[in-house]
């Protein structure tokens, strides 16, 4: 048990300045709502923390499995339609809903991954997408889904810890408790043994196979995991939001935002995800609110492709990347 | 030590009072208000459009337009509130809820504006009306239409358009009409040569209400579906789709789809040279001056289920300078979305005027007793009153009402109001009469 | 019978197109194992030239096509060589990010310049022209997208496998290490593969104008059907791309009959079971 416990809480085969940082980072994100007063910051914060707990969830397959993911709205999705439909037809309490929510995208995963894994690299990659798009079309046809009319939470006056209502501050908190709790989990699973046989398959699948690791089967259990901790962010935004559909929730842009998120911050690192989205999501939120309003139309994006073209020609390791080569030498 | 302490004391308290006095100030120089709309993205062309609507208004309520018979042409600002100025501050929801949520705080918030508008897209009308009703300000909507935002009884939205239930209504009191002869320029038409309904609507939250509420409308009024589906938003092709519905023996079409999609599908049906006796396009895509634009001579004929037209001039004096205007800024002229925006800055004036202030209570009791007279606006409508037209609906305007046009002459023609029939500016062109 | 006749030409046609803008990505797949998410952006890129010699020059849209080809090849290999070939030495990640960056750039650089307005075609030799063929009435334009289309799958098709240019390319993606050693300038060949997939695409996009809208946000819709297409029909295989583009066009055209709001449903799952029986592709090697 304390073994465990010090698997999950302890970083200490990490480097010293990189404890420090973990520490800095929970102090300013746990008094974040007392430093900043800006709502909008602190909704760009909240979209920060969703973010990288998303990629968090998709490092696992994507950075430390290898295998690029381009489905994980789908797992989203399946946690926020679970706690959306369970809330409003059955009035069951929020942390009830989220294993429901777990359940169906580990389910589906599982359900799915055993085909998928006989493809590899690009083919795979395509065959998310492809599953993908495919749920959030039968999410839109599915009449008691809310078909594309999506599904309305109603709002309740008071803060509410049964359903998760409540003011932006509380939100920032579920968000951070949420996040934390995945990266605790991160932080455990990357000295499992389990982590290491899904690093050794990436490295080199032949040579771990040849060590007698269950090469499809490691990947069906990482596909499933991270199926799971995609849908339990799906199941914070049905709160967060109080209204879903499937374009909210089980977009081609989600999925592809969150594996960018990995790639820019760096893929396989436990820093990466948050990296990534501190990089991507205030400048996106940013430049979009501030160039908004002068009629130029698509200037933002431009920008932002530009930056993943640089990122990806000239830092394929991403941010995370820079920063390793940067300390090694110095 | 004592003196310092107290030094101290004073310098604060001078501070405070320096800092505080500005919102103490009784008289604001300038109402900011929020703006969600579609300003990238697939949907840009219309937040262009939307804007400059809004723009305009804002613009003749700031300034004088002696010429303008509108109270707000001769206001120079708010009177009651000394004559402050409406500031509309924009916002990009990108099409997307979550975006329209988080602009929404930030316009509430960061921006501190006094109330909301927007955002066009009624699912992000959804999630950011949510952000106006949690922090307790107003959110009045001018151009969403889907029924379901007035029936989930929020204290803080109001909706100034008439939505898809008033038009589905419309519609068929408009078929009966032409039934009993009403329309000006043909004679009584058979029913029979109109009543079998092919449906094709987008699948998305707007296609579907639109689809049930033709469903329920022609139920009641006695007319045939004989064909109905839905089909993928922005679709490669409709050859399938728009053979099915030559297929089903309609002799009338009925779309509801965005700017994309019913180009492609009026293409498809000239190009497999459909022929019904009447096309019938719900508002968005058939409405957009891009329409027109694109298929020239080939829209002809089509009716579309709008909320405005330039031609309404013959018939209501006040949108011809408007109308100009608004060309003037924009290059084009007003469409049904964009004088919505118009007329929903104009209620934003109204009750702002009313209130007298601009605390919130102040402007929901303005806005709930509002009663804005015909003549003060462009569309055809009997005025502004907010109300509960239909079972369920509240704070909804309930003396608003649609138009069905007619397109005619294009290239280079017009979009002629032939319902109501006593708003028609041009004869009704009955059948159908195809792509020539 | 003939309805079924219908749907069928339709599919066919429609399937054509489909094979048509999947064919540059299967070929620049196969010389380098690279899946491009900017190649509907090229696709929109002929697009717009088409839209833009007949609108602004008193041309036939039909000539503007040697222009998309040109276009799209100088698009295709500065593309390489700016980007892809540092992409290429990367992990997959970064490979399939740096062309989801192109595809983003492209997209809002065409849409900062023209806006976002949709036109379409306004005149032209072959737009709004239908011919009947009796038991159906076809769009002309479509009529030679698919002539086209077969006519760049059969020269493409014998310039891999029958001239020396071909040979080298296949060496290239066989083995580029090996091909190095044989003589073989790879980098050359990969930015040609670059320029050819780029520049038939181009020609489709040119086509697909007579009878589609333009507008900058286009190449995404066409740009999942031909991944879809090029996975189905096999990566790399052209011959592939070309029977599944029909398939799709196929499982389109019912699909939009019988149940239109799960059309692309039905081709994901088409594919998707395609490729739990046969990882490969129907093709693939």
């Not at chain 2, 396009?281 to 909320?307: H, S, Y």
């Not at chain 3, 749907?7 to 399937?15: D, I, S």
């Not at chain 3, 690279?34 to 952006?41: K, T, W």
């Not at chain 3, 029909?233 to 029909?246: C, L, R």
Request: proline fraction near 5%; aromatic fraction near 14%; include cysteine.
């Amino acid at each position: 048990m304390s073994q465990l416990l010090n698997d999950i809480f302890s970083f200490g085969d990490r480097p010293f300045s990189e404890r420090i940082v973990l520490i800095v980072f929970s102090v300013v994100a746990l008094t974040f709502p007392w430093l900043v007063e800006s709502a909008y910051a602190r909704a760009v914060m909240i979209k920060f923390l969703l973010i990288a707990l998303f990629g968090l969830g998709w490092n696992l397959i994507g950075g430390y499995g290898g295998q690029v993911d381009l489905g994980q709205a789908k797992n989203v999705g399946f946690g926020a339609y679970a706690t959306a439909l369970m809330i409003l037809h059955w009035h069951t309490p929020f942390w009830l809903t989220v294993p429901v929510g777990i359940f169906f995208a580990t389910l589906e995963s599982f359900a799915v991954a055993y085909p998928m894994f006989r493809l590899r690299g690009h083919y795979f990659a395509i065959a998310t997408l492809c599953v993908a798009l495919a749920w959030k079309e039968l999410f839109i046809f599915w009449d008691w889904t809310g078909g594309a009319r999506g599904v309305e939470i109603p709002i309740r006056p008071t803060p509410d810890f049964t359903f998760m209502e409540f003011g932006e501050v509380g939100y920032h908190y579920f968000i951070f408790g949420l996040f934390m709790a995945q990266f605790l989990f991160m932080n455990w699973f990357r000295k499992s043994k389990l982590g290491y046989q899904l690093q050794a398959l990436r490295d080199n699948e032949d040579a771990a196979a040849s060590l007698g690791i269950n090469v499809t089967g490691t990947k069906v259990i990482a596909y499933c995991i991270t199926a799971g901790l995609g849908a339990m962010g799906g199941s914070f935004m049905t709160v967060y939001y109080l209204y879903i559909d499937p374009d909210l929730v089980m977009p081609l842009d989600l999925s592809i935002l969150i594996a960018m998120t990995v790639m820019v911050g760096g893929a396989g690192s436990i820093w990466g995800p948050m990296i990534g989205a501190a990089a991507l999501i205030p400048l996106d939120m940013y430049l979009g609110a501030w160039l908004a309003g002068g009629g130029h139309y698509g200037i933002d994006f431009m920008i932002y492709g530009l930056i993943i073209m640089i990122i990806a020609a000239y830092e394929p390791k991403g941010i995370w990347g820079v920063i390793e080569r940067v300390t090694k030498r110095g | 030590m004592r003196g310092k302490r107290l030094m101290v004391w004073l310098v604060s308290v001078a501070v405070a009072v320096v800092i505080a006095s500005p919102a103490m100030a009784a008289e604001p120089k300038e109402i900011k208000l929020g703006y969600i709309l579609p300003l990238s993205g697939p949907l840009a062309p219309t937040g262009k459009a939307l804007r400059e609507g809004a723009e305009l208004a804002a613009d003749i309520i700031n300034n004088k337009y002696p010429g303008l018979k509108l109270s707000i042409a001769q206001w120079e600002g708010i009177p009651n509130l000394g004559g402050a100025k409406i500031k509309l501050i924009f916002a990009d929801h990108r099409g997307d809820p979550g975006w329209g949520a988080d602009q929404a705080k930030r316009l509430i918030r960061d921006e501190k504006v006094i109330g909301l508008a927007g955002c066009y897209n009624s699912s992000v009308t959804k999630t950011a009306s949510v952000e106006a009703e949690r922090a307790g300000i107003p959110f009045v909507n001018g151009d969403s239409t889907s029924p379901a935002l007035t029936k989930r009884g929020f204290k803080w939205f109001w909706r100034v358009t008439p939505h898809e239930t008033w038009f589905t209504a419309d519609l068929f009191n408009f078929l009966d009409g032409l039934t009993k002869g009403k329309a000006p320029g043909v004679k009584a038409i058979p029913k029979e040569q109109i009543d079998k309904l092919a449906v094709a609507v987008e699948n998305t939250e707007w296609g579907a209400a639109a689809l049930a509420a033709i469903q329920e409308f022609a139920a009641k009024h006695e007319y045939k579906i004989v064909e109905w589906f839905k089909y993928p938003h922005t679709a490669a092709d409709l050859s399938s789709e728009a053979r099915r519905m030559m297929a089903s023996g309609a002799n009338s079409y009925l779309f509801a789809s965005y700017l994309a999609d019913s180009i492609l599908f009026i293409k498809t049906l000239k190009e497999l040279g459909a022929t019904p006796r009447l096309i019938w396009g719900q508002d968005a895509g058939f409405v957009e001056p891009d329409f027109p634009k694109t298929l020239g001579a080939a829209v002809n004929g089509i009716l579309t289920r709008d909320l405005f037209s330039p031609e309404l001039g013959k018939v209501k004096p006040v949108t011809i300078p408007l109308n100009e205007l608004y060309k003037k800024r924009a290059g084009y002229d007003f469409h049904g979305s964009s004088a919505r925006n118009f007329v929903g800055v104009q209620v934003w004036a109204h009750a702002l005027n009313e209130a007298k202030s601009t605390d919130p209570a102040a402007i929901r009791k303005a806005l709930n007793e509002m009663n804005l007279p015909a003549d003060e606006l462009l569309m055809p409508w009997k005025g502004v009153r907010f109300g509960s037209p239909f079972p369920g609906d509240t704070q909804q305007n309930e003396i608003g009402s649609g138009v069905i046009n007619q397109l005619q002459g294009f290239p280079g023609g017009k979009s002629q109001v032939v319902y109501p029939f006593e708003f028609a500016t041009a004869d009704f062109v009955h059948p159908f009469p195809g792509w020539k | 019978m003939e309805l079924a006749t219908q749907l069928v030409t339709y599919g066919v046609l429609m399937g054509c197109v489909f094979a048509f803008v999947a064919l540059g990505l299967s070929l620049i797949f196969g010389v380098m194992n690279i899946v491009n998410f900017a190649h509907g952006e090229f696709m929109m890129v002929g697009m717009y030239v088409a839209f833009l010699i007949s609108s602004y020059l008193p041309l036939d849209p039909l000539v503007s096509l040697p222009f998309a080809a040109f276009l799209g090849f100088f698009l295709g290999v500065v593309s390489y060589r700016l980007l892809i070939t540092h992409i290429l030495r990367g992990p997959m990640v970064a490979q399939l990010f740096g062309t989801f960056g192109l595809m983003l750039f492209l997209r809002y650089l065409v849409m900062f310049i023209f806006g976002p307005d949709v036109r379409t075609l306004s005149h032209g030799v072959l737009v709004g022209k239908t011919i009947s063929l009796g038991w159906v009435s076809l769009d002309a334009s479509k009529m030679v997208a698919a002539g086209l289309c077969v006519l760049f799958f059969v020269l493409v098709y014998w310039m891999i496998s029958r001239t020396k240019l071909g040979r080298a390319l296949r060496a290239t993606s066989l083995d580029a290490e090996a091909a190095r050693y044989m003589g073989i300038d790879t980098e050359k060949m990969n930015a040609l593969a670059w320029g050819i997939g780029a520049a038939t695409v181009g020609v489709a996009g040119g086509l697909l104008a007579h009878f589609y809208y333009v507008t900058p946000t286009v190449g995404m819709l066409f740009i999942l059907i031909a991944f879809a297409t090029v996975a189905l029909g096999g990566f790399g295989s052209i011959p592939g791309a070309f029977v599944a583009g029909i398939i799709i066009g196929l499982i389109q055209a019912l699909g939009g009959h019988y149940l239109s709001e799960l059309k692309f449903t039905f081709i994901y799952i088409a594919y998707f079971l395609t490729v739990v029986l046969k990882p490969r592709g129907l093709f693939g090697w």
